[in-house]
Structures are given as structure tokens and as C-alpha cells.
């Protein structure tokens, strides 16, 4: 959601887009422990589809649910009340730290609703449903834009701001004429992250209430299984950790540009955001991949399993290379799509051109992350990105762009160095085999 909010507070100026990519970044490293919890949930899964002990999948998503629940609350209303403490840690700014709280303490409330839907997403992939995640993810996303049009923009904001920069699409403005939204800004997006989120997990229930799930996989008939709940800790716990270690150095990465330069800081948010927004799609191929590798392993059909995950790569090379070509032929075009300040364009160009060769790289090692992740192996590719980021990306950034005074420029230079690091190092241990022999 936070993709979204930064691309709708672009044209209120560089501290806006500063607050927000900063506020969305402390609460993704917040939620990414559940990323674990979601990869759990969809190994054990897929795992048991391809057993053929369907029943046993109600068991690992109750038991990932109390997992989602037991963390997201304590974290929503702790993030909510101390983000005045954490925030000024990252961003210094006297117009931009204020904001980055106000938007913080406010998205923080959503993260245990975030972390039912990861839930939610790893059971409905497991059992090979993906088309409910599509939905959910459309859907949400919609809300999330109309709603930020018109808390961020007011309702008459947003009639302005389509005449300025959308004229054909002014007449969409009447929708958000039927009452007066006021102008909030930064807190505006917040709200309407925090609205499309309770949304999306609502909206992601409904596709659990129906006969198939009841009597297929015993979602309504609440059971738990200790021994199963060991397997999905084991599981989710070290990824989790790894995360969350990932997230926080990304939020580093994101002080030291802020260090730099606050126009520095929004240029970086914005590539990124860019840059995320065109995974979207091979992250959908990457956890069909995982789903298939955990069933085939159930199956004890490695070949197929092996076909799968290099199908898979073909795909996302594809998809993510043609992205990839845009991005370097036009990155302009892209960023105006965010923001008219020149200076931020002048440095995004840059930017966007380096993540347009990493889409090239990246198809490589995101798939084969999700296939290690399907066949149980969720410690060794966030392992491997954390040390990368730790003691290259960071130190790196540091080192050249802050001591050695190159600016913008000088960490973005290091970024093929982390992705092709990555790529290699995954395709390396695909080929050693010992992933095939994993059992949970």
C-alpha cells in the first residue's frame, strides 16, 4: 500500500515523498517477520497437497493464524505509540520528520491486519487458489487509490490536481464530489493505507467461507497441532529474522540518502517504489513457483519440481526484462508519473536506468529466493541478502557516497554488485541439489 501512498503524495513536494517512503519502510521492516509467517504457512501447504493430506492444511493455517495474531497486535499499537521515538532516528528534517511520524503512528495500526492477509495468502497459494489473491489485490489497491485521492487532495484538491496534470480525466472528480473531503495530506494517505488494509483482510476472508474449504481442508473446524507449530516456527522464524534484518538495513540505506540530501532521499524512495511496482508480477510467477516445488517434493517428483523452477525463471526473465528495457529507454516518463520536481527527475534518471538493468538480475535470483523458500530452505536466501546489505550496500553507501562526497550517484553504483552477488550465489546453490532432500 505504501507504493500507492508515495506515488499520490508525489506532488506535494519532496518532504511528503520523503515521509512516506521513510514511514512505509519502518513498517514493512515491522511487518516483514510475517513474511515468514506466510512462507510457513504455504510450504507446509503445498507440502501436504502433494502428501495428499489435505486436511492437515486447516491445521498450518490456524496455526498461522494464532502466529499473525500473537505478534501483529502487540507491534500495531507499540509501533503506534512509539514512532515519535523511532522515526527522528532515521530522518532528520524539520519539515519531513513530523510528517514521517504523523504517517507512521497511523500505518503502524494496520500491520496485524497485513499480517491475517499474509496468512491468508500463504494458505490460498498453497492449495494452488491464486486467483483470490489477484482479486484481493486489485480490489484493494483501487480503494486505496480513490481513497487517498481524496484524503490526500481534498475533494477539491483533486479536481485541481486532475486539471493540472490529468485534464481528459478531470470528470473523475465527481467521485469525489458526493461529500467534502478536507486536504490531510501525508496523514491522509495514512488513513486510507489503514482503510484498504482492513479492506483487504476482509475481503480475503470471504473467499474462505465456502463449502470447499470447510469440508476439504477443515478451515472452520479449528485444530492445532504442536508438532506442526514447531515445523512452521522452524520455518518462519529464522526467515522472519532475516527479514526483518533486511528491512532495517534498507531503512539505513534510506538515512544515509536522507544524510546526503533530503532531495537525495525522495529520488531514492521513488526508484524504488518504481523498482517494486515492477516485481509485482514475477512475485506472482515467484510464488507459483514455490507452490509447485512444494507439491512436486511432496510428490517426491524432484525432476518436475527442477522443470518448474527453471520455467519460472524463463517467465520472469520475460516479464521483468521487458520491464527492464522500458526503464532504461524512458525513465522520465516514469518518474513523471510520480513527480514534476526537476531536481528529483534529474537524479532519477540515473536511478531508474540502473534498476532497469537489475530487472535482468533480479528474474534470476527472486525465483530461484521463492523456489528455495517452497522447498523449505527459507534461512539461506534471506541469510545471504542481509550479509549483502549489511557489509556492502551499507558501509559501501557510507564509504562513497558521504565520505567520498559522490552524492546520489555513488550508492546506486553498488547496487548491480548486491543483485548480481545474489543471482550467482542462488543459482549456485540450486545447482548443488542439497534442497532436493528437505523435509518438513
Known sequence: MSIVDIAMVGRLGKEAIAATGMGGMLAWGALSVVLGVRTAVQTITSRR???????????????????????????????????????????????????????????????????????????????EKTKPHLIVTISSNILNVYLNAGFIYGSEGVKTLLESNLPTLTVLSGFWSWAPFPALGVKGAAIATLLSTVFMCLHYLTFMINKEMRQHYGIFSFSFSNKMMKTQLRLAIPMGLQETTIALGWSVFYKIMGIIGLVELATTELVFVIMHASFMPAIGVGQACATLVGKYMGEKKIKKAEISIYESIRISEYIMGTMGVFFILFPVFFLKLFTNDPEIIAFGVVGIRVVGFLQFVDAVGMTLWFALSGAGNTFFPALVESLLIWFVMIPGSWLIGV???????????????????FASVMVLKIKKGDWKNIEV
Open 49 to 127: 497437497v502433494g502428501q495428499n493430506k489435505q486436511n492437515e492444511c486447516g491445521t498450518a493455517f490456524h496455526n498461522g493464524l494464532i502466529m499473525a495474531f500473537s505478534y501483529g497486535i502487540p507491534v500495531s499499537i507499540c509501533g503506534m505509540a512509539f514512532s515519535k521515538n523511532i522515526v527522528p532516528f532515521f530522518i532528520k528534517d524539520d519539515v519531513a520528520t513530523p510528517l514521517t511520524v504523523e504517517y507512521t503512528s497511523i500505518v503502524f495500526l494496520s500491520i496485524v491486519f497485513s499480517a491475517l492477509s499474509f496468512v491468508f495468502v500463504g494458505f490460498l497459494t498453497g492449495v
Open 403 to 421: 565520505h567520498l562526497n559522490a552524492g546520489f550517484i555513488g550508492p546506486f553504483t553498488l547496487l548491480p554488485l548486491v543483485y548480481i552477488t
